[in-house]
């Protein structure tokens, strides 16, 4: 008896999925729990291990192409079953006489060279050499815009997969055409013109955070509350911690700490709104904005409350190195009661940002600048100060409780020592 394959539910309110690679071959068998294919969701890429065992008996969907979420992309043969036969029987399972897979006669379809490209053209990023080619979805999406052909790049990641560092010092193998603009015609060209546009088409990221940003501020009753934190102790203590160290220690890792701090000192604030329910969390995951090519992705740091400085510094570290690549896992993405958006480094002293669903806040840190301020004795000086914005979902945090747990966070950011002894 056949198994028909079908697209899975990897993410939240995902429609359709697109096949990166497939792992596993026409012909191949294969075993339950065996990873069969790469999928590349609006924000990650997920292994799928097949949910039963057979033989590969066709391909529905190939690489690089989408398809819509229980859709079939692929067909297992069960024992002593033909290829055909699997595929017409499958036909008949999803209401068609029989489900056409053109590789279904060719064992190493996944991996059959394509067509030469014609003269002067450059290569295809998204074509494939009998080799196994793995590379993230940025990869692909760069070296194609460069004319590389990915066949011809050593992978320096795991088990060879390309990755960006391989191909950011790669010039481009021929200069693209720049993409025509598309004008639009002067009302009065007596007057004025119209400016030539050129439209960009939406990728799958850019529809999800604008889908899931849209039903934030229209969900989510928001309210803000901003504050000021001397900072001077706190970068002398990171001087001090990073001298002679192995790896430097952010002040956005101090940011984290301090967040998780607080939610020790306020627990009521580590919660999130369900439908029946507000979730109180015992242990503090966070959510870290990363700014990726095309858009952002919040990766969850797990148990930040219990990680230690340098343990933390090295966490966001890798999950922001494996984001900018297109290798973070769709469960790392998930979960966590909190996010942080630190636009610091670019200069911005203050901003207001969008919680995260199902998130409860968000922090927006600003850059830690020079300023006038009053001391306790009444006398004017200059101190370092960091402007932070809480945003906070009302449904959880009323204005008392989201002011404790800012205050708490002010006080921790400012006694750094409190965070690390």
């Given at each position: 008896?056949?198994?028909?394959?079908?697209?899975?539910?990897?993410?939240?309110?995902?429609?359709?999925?697109?096949?990166q690679s497939w792992l596993v071959a026409v012909g191949d068998e294969v075993s339950a729990g065996q990873a069969i294919v790469e999928i590349e969701t609006e924000k990650a890429v997920v292994e799928y291990e097949a949910e039963a065992g057979g033989?590969?008996?066709g391909i529905l969907v190939p690489q690089g192409e989408a398809a819509a979420v229980g859709a079939p992309i692929a067909v297992l043969a069960g024992p002593g079953q033909s290829a055909a036969d699997a595929l017409a029987e499958a036909g008949a399972a999803v209401g068609a006489d029989t489900v056409d897979a053109p590789s279904a006669s060719e064992p190493s379809a996944p991996d059959s060279a394509p067509a030469a490209p014609s003269a002067g053209a450059p290569a295809s990023?998204?074509?494939?050499?009998?080799?196994?080619?793995?590379?993230?979805?940025?990869?692909?999406?760069l070296a194609k815009e460069r004319g590389l052909d990915l066949d011809a790049i050593t992978g320096s990641g795991p088990n060879g997969r390309i990755v960006r560092r391989d191909i950011d010092d790669l010039g481009p193998a021929s200069a693209p055409a720049p993409a025509a603009a598309t004008s639009a015609p002067a009302a009065d060209t007596r007057t004025s013109a119209v400016a030539a546009y050129t439209d960009v088409p939406h990728t799958r990221m850019r529809r999800a955070i604008a889908r899931r940003l849209t039903e934030s501020t229209t969900t989510v009753p928001h309210f803000f509350l901003v504050a000021d934190c001397r900072v001077d102790e706190l970068l002398a203590v990171r001087a001090r911690v990073n001298e002679g160290g192995a790896a430097r220690i952010s002040v956005n890792d101090f940011v984290l700490k301090a967040v998780a701090s607080a939610m020790e000192d306020v627990p009521e604030a580590n919660a999130i709104w369900t439908d029946d329910a507000t979730r109180q969390f015992s242990g503090v995951d966070i959510a870290v904005a990363v700014s990726v090519p095309g858009g952002l992705v919040t990766p969850v740091v797990r148990g930040v409350d219990r990680l230690r400085l340098s343990e933390l510094s090295r966490r966001v570290r890798e999950l922001a190195e494996r984001a900018r690549d297109g290798r973070i896992g769709q469960a790392e993405l998930e979960g966590g009661s909190f996010s942080v958006s630190n636009l610091g480094m670019y200069g911005t002293t203050e901003f207001s940002a969008i919680i995260n669903p199902p998130h409860s806040g968000i922090l927006a840190v600003g850059a830690a600048t020079r300023r006038p301020v009053v001391g306790d004795d009444g006398e004017l000086a200059v101190a370092t100060v960091?402007?932070?914005?809480?945003?906070?979902?009302?449904?959880?945090l009323d204005g008392a409780l989201a002011a404790q747990w800012l205050d708490a966070f002010v006080r921790r950011i400012q006694n750094p020592l409190s965070m690390i002894v």
């Open positions: 008896m056949s198994t028909v394959v079908r697209m899975p539910a990897l993410a939240a309110g995902a429609a359709e999925a697109a096949i033989t590969l008996a990023a998204d074509t494939t050499s009998s080799r196994r080619l793995f590379a993230s979805p940025l990869v692909r999406r960091m402007t932070v914005t809480l945003s906070a979902d009302h449904r959880v």
